[in-house]
């Protein structure tokens, strides 16, 4: 995939110049950066040998939760006057992420129920109550805008320039989660457990690893993570709406299996999901450079998941 992935970069490159410019590689990087949490949360499901599709409904969730409270104008919320603290919001939306993955991780690790079937309950739920939440007030289900300079400037404040091209802020707080998630991956027992969960659970069980516990925890965390991605999404696009977050599962997914996660469990590293979701960003952007139409990057998507998953696979049966 990597091989393939940069020919095609190479070509485009050649095809127009523009796209390895300063201003198209800041915008490569901003774009990854934004990606990234989402990513990182979705990634321990799949070391478990699961995945969750509710991720991209849980971004646009918190997205319309974080634009309803940090605006000027509460149609949401038509009786309040002024909009609340910041780190009360980012609590509020942590909740709801950590809710939605307490969920999830409570109804696989308890019921031994399937992720997907699971994940894909939860995906019509909480899209059902964005669009309730959308219906309260004077909003009607229309866009969320008008967001707070101090909401705007925390998330798409200026970093620093490089030359004349802005670098957000949201850029460091992709490299802080990513170094968060890295120590808790490979620094911690938790992470020790979820690899060995993932690798053979009845093995991890017999070690006295609480499984339980272990998949609950994993999938919380990918739900704060998907509430960081919300969080950062509704500032970065200045609005909210329904379909904010739609299908961002499976550019997450494309990602982690192109970053070297594996499906068969228990294999998979911080800095491949980092090189996945750089390299999806670039492969997108390039493809905008040659005007691609919009609709066939569907069908691109769908075929760097199928590849790379089987390219996998075949790895793994090789293996065994």
């Given at each position: 995939?990597?091989i393939?992935?940069l020919c095609?970069?190479?070509?485009i490159?050649i095809e127009?110049?523009?796209?390895?410019?300063?201003p198209?590689?800041?915008?490569?990087?901003s774009?990854t950066?934004?990606?990234?949490p989402?990513?990182?949360?979705i990634?321990?499901?799949?070391?478990?040998t699961?995945?969750?599709?509710?991720a991209?409904?849980?971004?646009?969730?918190?997205?319309c939760i974080?634009?309803?409270?940090?605006?000027?104008?509460?149609?949401?919320?038509?009786?309040?006057?002024?909009?609340?603290s910041?780190?009360?919001?980012?609590?509020?939306?942590?909740?709801v992420?950590?809710?939605?993955?307490?969920?999830?991780?409570?109804?696989?690790?308890?019921?031994k129920?399937?992720?997907?079937i699971?994940?894909l309950s939860?995906?019509?739920?909480?899209?059902?109550c964005?669009?309730?939440?959308?219906?309260?007030?004077?909003?009607?289900g229309?866009?969320?805008?008008g967001?707070?300079?101090g909401?705007r400037?925390?998330?798409?404040g200026?970093?620093?320039?490089?030359?004349?091209?802005a670098?957000p802020m949201y850029?460091?707080?992709?490299?802080?989660l990513?170094?968060?998630?890295?120590?808790?991956w490979?620094?911690?027992t938790?992470?020790k457990?979820?690899?060995?969960?993932g690798?053979?659970?009845?093995?991890?069980?017999?070690?006295?690893v609480?499984?339980?516990?272990?998949?609950?925890m994993?999938f919380?965390l990918?739900?704060?993570?998907?509430?960081?991605?919300?969080?950062?999404?509704?500032?970065?696009i200045?609005s909210a709406?329904?379909?904010?977050?739609?299908?961002?599962?499976?550019?997450?997914?494309?990602?982690?299996?192109?970053?070297?996660v594996?499906?068969?469990?228990?294999?998979?590293?911080?800095?491949?999901?980092?090189?996945?979701?750089?390299?999806?960003q670039?492969?997108?952007?390039?493809?905008?450079?040659?005007?691609?139409?919009?609709?066939?990057?569907?069908?691109?998507?769908?075929?760097?998941?199928?590849?790379a998953?089987?390219?996998?696979?075949?790895k793994?049966?090789?293996r065994?």
């Amino acid at each position: 995939m990597f091989i393939i992935i940069l020919c095609a970069v190479i070509y485009i490159a050649i095809e127009v110049p523009a796209f390895i410019k300063l201003p198209s590689i800041v915008n490569i990087i901003s774009l990854t950066a934004a990606k990234l949490p989402i990513a990182l949360g979705i990634a321990g499901c799949i070391v478990l040998t699961g995945t969750d599709i509710s991720a991209g409904r849980v971004v646009g969730l918190t997205a319309c939760i974080s634009a309803s409270l940090l605006t000027t104008t509460f149609k949401v919320f038509p009786n309040m006057t002024s909009a609340p603290s910041i780190a009360l919001v980012i609590l509020i939306v942590l909740v709801v992420g950590a809710v939605v993955g307490l969920v999830n991780g409570f109804s696989v690790a308890k019921f031994k129920l399937h992720p997907f079937i699971v994940t894909l309950s939860t995906q019509l739920i909480v899209y059902g109550c964005i669009l309730m939440y959308l219906k309260n007030g004077t909003n009607n289900g229309q866009t969320l805008s008008g967001l707070t300079d101090g909401y705007r400037n925390l998330v798409a404040g200026t970093l620093f320039k490089i030359g004349d091209t802005a670098v957000p802020m949201y850029v460091l707080y992709a490299v802080i989660l990513t170094a968060i998630m890295w120590v808790i991956w490979n620094k911690t027992t938790f992470g020790k457990n979820m690899f060995a969960v993932g690798s053979n659970e009845e093995a991890a069980n017999v070690s006295g690893v609480n499984v339980t516990r272990t998949i609950i925890m994993v999938f919380v965390l990918a739900g704060i993570m998907y509430a960081i991605t919300g969080f950062i999404d509704g500032a970065r696009i200045a609005s909210a709406n329904a379909n904010t977050g739609l299908n961002y599962e499976c550019d997450a997914i494309a990602a982690c299996v192109i970053g070297g996660v594996s499906f068969v469990g228990g294999i998979g590293k911080i800095s491949g999901i980092v090189i996945g979701v750089l390299l999806l960003q670039i492969i997108f952007a390039g493809l905008n450079f040659l005007s691609v139409d919009a609709n066939m990057l569907y069908i691109i998507k769908g075929l760097i998941i199928l590849i790379a998953c089987a390219i996998d696979m075949r790895k793994y049966l090789v293996r065994k």
